[in-house]
């Protein structure tokens, strides 16, 4: 049974940075590719980013792009998420979850298609 744990969330102002982590445990996260999703209140939970398996392959939400970064700390078993220049419209609640299959330009931002969620951390960007 692969369990996520996400922390590093909190309240910062716009421009500020945060970095996120994803932390497993029952598994070897360099074996899963792994998505970082968010969701704001009222709204469908969208892709943000997401790195892949042995080739490390990663993908980024038009929104995000140039601004997030993701990666992977083998060592501690763990994904981080990279966030700067934070915009209000980034605030939301930030899930992690794992799949256990090479993700694909158009299926990584799929919910449907990962196997293992977090239970999130929240992001707040608010001056």
């Known amino acids: 049974q692969v369990r996520l744990v996400e922390s590093g969330g909190g309240l910062v102002q716009p421009g500020e940075s945060l970095r996120l982590s994803c932390a497993a445990s029952?598994?070897?996260?360099?074996?899963?590719?792994i998505g970082w999703f968010r969701q704001a209140a009222g709204k469908e939970r969208e892709g943000v980013s997401c790195?892949?398996?042995?080739?490390?392959?990663?993908y980024y939400g038009d929104s995000v792009k140039g601004r997030f970064t993701i990666g992977r700390d083998n060592a501690k078993n763990t994904v981080w998420l990279q966030m700067n220049s934070l915009r209000t419209e980034d605030t939301g609640i930030y899930f992690c979850?794992?799949?256990?299959?090479?993700?694909?330009?158009?299926?990584?931002?799929?919910?449907?298609?990962?196997?293992?969620w977090g239970q999130g951390t929240q992001v707040t960007v608010s001056s």
């Open positions: 029952g598994s070897n996260l360099e074996h899963s590719a």
């Open positions: 979850a794992a799949q256990e299959w090479p993700p694909t330009p158009t299926g990584w931002s799929t919910p449907a298609l990962y196997d293992y």
């Open positions: 790195i892949g398996t042995y080739d490390n392959i990663t």
